[in-house]
């Protein structure tokens, strides 16, 4: 009887097998940072596989590249990470500077190191931001653009934008700063330090916040090293990798007078005399938890590194030097040089045939090796833990889509 | 009332019972519908006040406060769309099933001693039923919208109330049995006089028990930190991701409504319902029974307290929503099944012995106010339950 | 090359025979030459068994060596050829290197052929994202390359737009191109 | 809302004045026809979903004729436990399984027609019995105790209060409902541990229709769900969604 029932095609028993489902999620989705579409294969609430869909934001700014000089192509560096386009105007100048072996004053150069930092606070409070804003918590974004909007004022002040400054350029900065411009930065700073308590408060020591990030989407060193990751990331991690401190001569010369400590999660590596929360007991080195604290101890550390830095500009006299002129010619040969941007180690590689425009610009993405490696920290977590995962890589679709 | 329509208005019978019935149901819809544009407009002006901005300011006059308003006009101006693919009927039935669900709990709730829509005897049990229906609504909408970002939602959601439904019985279960009864007004008149009288400090299990039915209270309505179904951050809207207009705004007022009623519920079951911290009426010498002019500002006073206390139980939920990230489906189910349930059946325990043993609780000389029946269940050192047969199983022939 | 341990180059040789076919120690990026076809064994040894170990793959670049106008063509010292530049880094000795290759514009100088290269997925996964935003914009095929789609641009997107001969489509699905 | 009992003890025994409607009645037709028509309409409906929903509604309608009886404990323990329970879980299954190809049941003409049979005979049954209740038939006066939870509560647990005096002689005093509540209830959990046996995922060696079936279409991989993407936009402008 058995058997026949085997065979009989007309009873079908209906076996409780679930099925998987294919999920998009995004690219118009509020938790993707921009315009990122996330395929997942899900089995109920547990994702089996991610696949993120990139590319909606491309604009080929390395085609553009060779059609434009040097200093035009300022402007295109500003839009690749909108948050910190500071930090990639000196990426790409310093890449130009590298190649024609030009050496900016001193003063100069602390004024570079002043701006380029503010950005990175202003930058790792918008990844704090909308990282609150992926577990569900809305009011830590708006006390992050709060301040955020302080350092725009500033930086409105010093070049005129709020987002894309083309203020650093070959060969220096456009403008020096203005007056009392520095009394301005060094209050921002004073009233700052205990806001930074209130995020830690907010988010860093909040229980829901631990449950939902510590011990999720863990990363080894070793992933991290083989996908090419960088930054808060890679550190997060305990890679203690910083370009401030390891990369090329030309870069780490601006922070050679500067005494700071690479924010490492490993063995005690804090910047000093701060006040820091302890690390959850069920915080494990990798995991998003330790990722986001690895950028707040940045945000700390970038402040010492600024209030040096008004020290020392302050110090300098003379003038600020030009910038180079807009069609200066650049030697035959190519350049490669990283810099520690917020997001992670910005590369820009410059193969010039001699003229003033670049034969061939390459932009080597940080978020875009971050993002790759998502899809194995989100094999096997749930839905609610993706934007969690995906939010903690802090990565920027202009940067990535370039 | 329909008496006076009756007489002095000489309407037919059936029109003026019809009138009255309108009326009640229209007063019931009225405090909905006017507690929601209120706490609209409170959500966004707290949500300002802890953000540090301002929320609404300019929409009608000072303070925003015709923003409600607006927005109301906004949704009715908003086309209704569906999605095609979708399944029309239960598409656009759903937003009612949960309103309807939330509105029809109100019919049991008393807002003073007398001003309620139809005293129950089964009060508390009827409430605790009808909330449980909202979840239909929730889940047709996820179904019927056919799109899996709002089937997840409606998966979440359902398993989320149905789950949260046992512990908040068992709280609920704690001040029905120190009162004897599960009519809510025996209930809340059982706490009048002083703030000591409220149960929530009547023992230490039942001040426990407080705070599960908080925590389950705010879970079962879907707020923050529990609202899984809306998780704007992962499934975009969650149910009512497809639905825009009036439909949504239906699903807005059920949600409203059904935390008025939840903290309504804790304040009657737990902090003495209409009688306040100080006892006005009865220091004054007024009593709220009589029925003359003196009664019925008793009674005012009191429908104050409640609201009051309700509406402080909607603000608490509104500044929770917007301090404390989300909290993720796992951790929801495991809060539940680990924490609170057996946490609500501990301090359920720990209640009724504490009942038996201190039946006139821990300082003997205190005043207890004498309840309206205590249906018998007073375990006296007599028998384990003795049976008052004075009132009990008589037979009442029906009269005109 | 020199901080990189005085026999490195020479245990380079020793170790893959014949693939190093040319070296730059003065420019201001020191870079090898390598033979396309041995480049992934190059790699491996240089991330796996080399006393420096490259764990880390910065960045894949390919530089379209063509001139497009013929005057100017005339006057260019190269043959125009498809340039590979792989950054590689190394996390331990935080110390870089530069491989380059040299690969034909189109395979067997076929227009519309694409020139193939070993794929480096194997020694890097990193290298998965890369390799393919260089097919996606360069053209280049790297063989053994476990999902060679486009990245950036559209899946079905012809042409390689990094190329100096790329020619913007008109209509692309009703859009005008230009 | 509280005048309704009085309402029910005006008219039944007032002259009933022409124009009066009998409110007690009308409710009474309402949630009849509301509980009968849906139950009619859940086995007449062939979306799956859309049968669960109106069961919900004929439940409900069945919790509103308890209400209307007085007999509020029982509306609101039918409300709960079958409208607020059971049905949740019948919905919840429903939709989990109603994909494409098992919302719609289609029931041969055969199955129509002896299901029609023996429902018919089912009701034919009860009618008869139902008639042949003496008291029913004639609307006497209702014996209606003051509607509390105690007497049920009482009679649950073991002292029957229905009696007339507290009294009687032991000799007829009838034992509470302790004992056929508790065995239903263990009866309806053997129903579930079979049920859930019955379902559970069955192994097997041969593979199935269900397994052939699906081995047909197997669920596109990730890679390749974008490349079906893209076909399927072939022609479309980007506008259109050209780009998957």
């Known amino acids: 009887m058995a058997q026949m029932l085997d065979d009989d095609p007309r009873i079908i028993e209906f076996d409780v097998r679930t099925d998987e489902m294919l999920v998009n999620m995004g690219p118009q989705h509020p938790s993707t940072h921009g315009v990122l579409r996330l395929v997942l294969r899900t089995d109920g609430e547990v994702v089996s596989e991610v696949e993120p869909h990139i590319g909606y934001l491309h604009r080929c700014a390395e085609k553009i590249g060779e059609n434009l000089t040097h200093r035009q192509w300022i402007p295109y560096t500003d839009r690749m990470d909108y948050l910190a386009a500071m930090n990639m105007n000196l990426g790409w100048a310093l890449a130009v500077e590298k190649l024609m072996k030009y050496q900016v004053s001193e003063k100069a150069r602390h004024l570079r190191v002043l701006i380029v930092e503010l950005n990175r606070i202003a930058s790792h409070l918008v990844g704090m931001g909308a990282y609150g804003l992926d577990l569900g918590t809305f009011s830590p974004f708006l006390y992050a653009f709060r301040e955020r909007e302080k350092i725009l004022d500033l930086f409105e002040e010093a070049c005129g934008a709020r987002l894309t400054y083309s203020y650093i350029t070959v060969g220096g900065l456009t403008a020096d700063l203005p007056s009392g411009w520095l009394v301005k930065c060094e209050a921002f700073l004073e009233q700052f330090e205990p806001i930074i308590q209130e995020y830690h408060a907010l988010l860093t020591t909040n229980a829901i916040f631990v449950k939902r990030t510590a011990n999720i989407g863990v990363m080894s060193p070793e992933l991290a090293i083989e996908y090419g990751c960088s930054g808060p990331v890679l550190r997060g991690s305990g890679v203690d990798q910083d370009m401030r401190r390891d990369g090329e001569a030309i870069y780490t010369a601006m922070y050679d007078s500067y005494a700071f400590e690479v924010a490492v999660m490993k063995d005690g590596h804090y910047p000093r005399d701060h006040v820091y929360p302890a690390v959850p007991a069920d915080a494990v080195l990798g995991d998003c938890w ?49 810099t520690e941007c917020p997001k992670g180690q910005m590369g820009f590689y410059l193969v010039s045939d001699g003229s003033a425009i670049p034969w061939r610009v390459r932009a080597r993405s940080s ?18 833990d993706v934007p969690a995962i995906v939010g903690s890589l802090d990565i920027v679709m202009g940067e990535i889509d370039r | 009332m329909a008496e006076f329509l009756i007489n002095t208005v000489r309407l037919p019978a059936w029109l003026a019972w019809s009138v009255t019935a309108g009326v009640a149901a229209a007063l019931i819809l009225n405090v909905i ?78 807002f003073a001693f007398d001003f309620i829509g139809q005293r129950m005897n089964v009060g508390v049990f009827f409430v605790i039923a009808v909330l449980g229906i909202e979840v239909f609504g929730v889940i047709l909408a996820g179904y019927a919208s056919a799109s899996k970002w709002s089937l997840f939602g409606a998966m979440r959601e359902a398993a989320q109330v149905v789950s949260y439904e046992v512990p908040l019985g068992m709280c609920v279960v704690v001040p029905v049995m120190l009162a004897g009864s599960m009519d809510l007004v025996t209930i809340a008149e059982k706490q009048a006089g002083w703030l000591t009288n409220w149960y929530l400090f009547h023992d230490p299990f039942t001040f426990v028990i407080f705070w599960v039915y908080v925590t389950c209270a705010v879970a079962s309505v879907n707020r923050a930190p529990f609202d899984l179904a809306e998780a704007e951050s992962e499934l975009v809207a969650g149910f009512h991701t497809e639905y825009s207009g009036l439909r949504w705004s239906y699903f807005f007022m059920a949600e409203y409504g059904s ?142 | 090359m020199t901080m990189r341990g005085p026999g490195f180059l020479d245990q380079l040789d020793a170790a893959v025979p014949g693939a190093v076919v040319g070296r730059n120690l003065e420019a201001i990026d020191p870079w090898i030459d390598v033979a396309p076809e041995r480049i992934a064994d190059v790699c491996a040894w240089l991330a796996k068994s080399s006393p420096v170990r490259f764990d880390s793959l910065q960045c894949i670049t390919a530089i379209d060596w063509f001139e497009i106008d013929p005057k100017k063509a005339a006057k260019v010292a190269w043959q125009p050829h498809t340039e590979m530049v792989y950054h590689l880094w190394s996390t331990a000795a935080r110390v870089s290197l530069v491989l380059k290759t040299k690969l034909p514009r189109w395979k067997s100088d076929v227009p519309g052929e694409l020139p193939e290269i070993p794929s480096v997925c194997g020694v890097w996964r990193g290298a998965n994202w890369h390799e393919r935003e260089v097919y996606d914009l360069s053209g280049i095929w790297f063989t053994g390359h476990p999902d060679l789609r486009r990245i950036l641009c559209p899946e079905d997107w012809e042409g390689y737009p990094l190329r100096k001969d790329y020619e913007m489509p008109l209509d692309y699905h009703g859009i005008r191109g230009r | 809302m ?48 859309r049968m669960a929903f109106y069961l919900v509604l004929s439940l409900g309608a069945t919790a509103g004729l308890f209400f209307l009886a007085g007999a509020e404990f029982l509306g609101a323990m039918q409300l709960m436990i079958y409208v607020g329970g059971t049905l949740v879980l019948l919905v919840f299954g429903v939709m989990l399984t109603a994909q494409a190809p098992l919302v719609a049941i289609k029931g041969s003409g055969r199955d129509r027609v002896l299901a029609g049979i023996v429902g018919v005979a089912l009701l034919a049954l ?68 079979g049920a859930a046996y019955l379902a559970r995922a069955k192994r097997r060696k041969v593979p199935r229709a269900i397994e052939v079936a699906a081995s047909v279409e197997p669920p596109a991989s990730v890679a390749e769900h974008a490349s079906i993407g893209r076909e399927r936009h072939r022609s479309g402008s980007v506008l259109a969604g050209g780009r998957p």
């Open chain 2, 259 to 400: 935390m008025f009623l939840v903290s309504a519920l804790a304040a009657l079951l737990f902090l003495g319902g209409w009688n306040g911290p100080v006892p006005v009426a009865s220091l004054l010498g007024l009593s709220e029974g009589t029925g003359d002019t003196a009664s019925y500002f008793v009674r005012l006073l009191g429908m104050a307290n409640l609201l009051g206390k309700a509406s402080l139980g909607v603000l608490i939920m509104m500044w929770i929503r917007w301090t404390l990230p989300r909290l993720r489906i796992d951790q929801v189910m495991m809060t539940c099944l680990k924490y609170c349930t057996p946490l609500a059946a501990a301090m359920f325990l720990g209640a009724m012995l504490w009942q038996i043993a201190l039946p006139g609780g821990l300082v003997p000389g205190l005043r207890r106010p004498a309840g309206e029946i205590r249906e018998g269940w007073l375990p006296g050192p007599g028998g384990a339950f003795k049976v008052r047969s004075a009132d009990v199983g008589k037979v009442v022939q029906v009269s005109p």
């Open chain 2, 33 to 110: 519908a006017g507690g929601a544009l209120v706490f609209i407009w409170a959500e966004r002006k707290i949500a300002g006040r802890i953000q540090d901005r301002l929320g609404p300011t300019r929409t009608g006059g000072k303070f925003g406060w015709l923003q409600s308003l607006a927005d109301g006009l906004k949704l009715l101006a908003k086309e209704d769309l569906m999605p095609d693919g979708a399944d029309g009927m239960l598409f656009r039935l759903a937003p009612y099933v949960s309103f309807c669900a939330s509105f029809c709990a109100f019919i049991a709730l008393p």
């Open chain 4, 2 to 49: 509280s005048a309704l009992p009085m309402i029910a003890g005006a008219l039944i025994a007032a002259p009933l004045p022409v124009a009066a409607i009998n409110w007690h009645s009308l409710f009474f037709l309402l949630f009849a026809s509301v509980s009968c028509g849906f139950a009619v309409a859940v086995v007449a409906a062939d979306n799956v979903v």
């Open chain 4, 126 to 193: 009860l009618l008869q019995a139902a008639f042949s209740v003496k008291p029913w038939r004639a609307p006497a006066a209702g014996v209606v105790a003051e509607p509390a939870a105690t007497p049920i509560g009482m009679s649950l647990v073991g002292v029957r209060v229905d009696e007339p005096a507290v009294g009687a002689p032991a000799a007829n005093k009838r034992p509470g409902y302790m004992l056929p509540f508790e065995i239903v209830s263990i009866h309806l959990l053997v129903v579930l541990v």
């Open chain 1, 367 to 384: 978020s875009f090796s971050n993002l790759a490696v998502a899809h194995e920290l989100c094999r096997g977590c749930l839905i609610a």
């Open chain 1, 290 to 338: 330790h990722r986001f604290f690895v950028r707040m101890l940045e945000v700390v550390q970038s402040m010492d590194l600024v209030r040096q830095a008004i020290d020392r500009y302050s110090a300098c006299k003379g003038p600020l030097g030009e910038p180079l002129k807009l069609t200066e010619k650049m030697p035959a040969g190519d350049a490669y040089l990283e």
